[in-house]
């Protein structure tokens, strides 16, 4: 996508109106309309001017949207209707955390559409208000990019990736007992793993390298991420793996214990889920012995990457606190 993010001038503000009508009256479909009508009056007479703007254009050059930030707050995020889908949002909140180091975001807790694409890109709800900034019945969900954090155990040590951990990696992921216990192509290169730990164990929060305290060695991987399979902001899904080498020894059942802590003491999650394949008894047995219910059988849920398709057992643990 070839787009450009510029600061914005009030010859924009115009057209940036627009887009932002546009834009709430497809999404933030709880507004009354004297209330759209009270809040337009306020963006462009105070609004806009309160905070700095930056506006991405699409391949034509016209504006597909718009961000406002403040010092240490996304203030504003809209995109035209016909613009959505496209990665715009996406990347002006990748501007916004990159260049500008903000990691605060304000959201209408009715507005679900937007509480999913802040969830997928890491945001975190860390408050709740009752009404709005103008004081209206409107609750607002205070979210924010939470850095990883070091976790501890007993005997492991639970630290973010970095690249040189792409050897140790590759050491254990081009295994085929890993990769088809889970569904992906076991690794073939170091390079492949460096652009995974980049990419994938790097880019996104609350994934974790399972180290030995006694040693400093990596032996697996363990994260608590977005579930696609549930449209709830206050639930995440945990995954795992770990060497063959280190299987048996209760590794991953005291890996799984602590961000089950984490999850609902610090994320304050309602409810944590787990997916895995019928004929991977460890992994069923690590669930059951850590307090998962089994409950269900998701049929021909997916692919994976030689053909094969498989169920997915569905498993959950609540948090009891809730």
């Known amino acids: 996508m070839n787009t450009q993010i510029n600061k914005a001038s009030e010859n924009d503000y115009d057209k940036l109106l627009i887009i932002w009508e546009s834009s709430v009256r497809s999404s933030h479909h709880f507004l009354k309309e004297e209330d759209i009508a009270f809040y337009k009056t306020m963006i462009k007479t105070h609004y806009f001017s309160a905070v700095d703007l930056y506006l991405i254009r699409n391949e034509k050059g016209e504006i597909a949207g718009f961000t406002g930030l403040s010092a240490d707050l996304i203030e504003m995020l809209f995109i035209a209707p016909e613009e959505q889908g496209k990665g715009y949002g996406k990347k002006l909140i990748e501007f916004a955390i990159k260049e500008k180091q903000i990691k605060k975001v304000d959201v209408n807790e009715q507005n679900t559409a937007a509480l999913f694409f802040y969830t997928r890109i890491g945001f975190e709800i860390i408050g709740r208000n009752d009404t709005d900034a103008s004081g209206k019945p409107y609750p607002i969900l205070h979210m924010q990019i939470i850095d990883t954090p070091i976790l501890e155990t007993k005997r492991l040590l639970l630290r973010p990736f ?6 140790d990696v590759f050491s254990y992921c081009q295994n085929p007992n890993l990769g088809n216990n889970a569904g992906w192509q076991p690794h073939t290169t170091i390079k492949e793993s460096l652009t995974i730990t980049r990419n994938i164990f790097m880019s996104q929060s609350n994934i974790w390298a399972i180290v030995l305290k006694s040693s400093g060695k990596l032996i697996g991987c363990a994260g608590i991420i977005t579930d696609p399979k549930r449209q709830n902001v206050r639930t995440r899904m945990i995954g795992y793996w770990l060497g063959e080498e280190h299987w048996g020894k209760g590794y991953i059942s005291e890996a799984v214990q602590e961000l089950l802590r984490y999850g609902f003491n610090t994320l304050h999650l309602h409810l944590i889920s787990a997916y895995c394949y019928p004929h991977n008894l460890r992994s069923r047995h690590v669930l059951e012995r850590n307090g998962f219910t089994y409950e ?10 030689d053909g094969h398709i498989y169920d997915e057992l569905c498993y959950y643990i609540e948090n009891n606190r809730t």
């Open 162 to 167: 970095m690249e040189n951990d792409a050897e």
């Open 296 to 305: 269900g059988t998701l049929r021909q849920s997916e692919q994976t990457y």
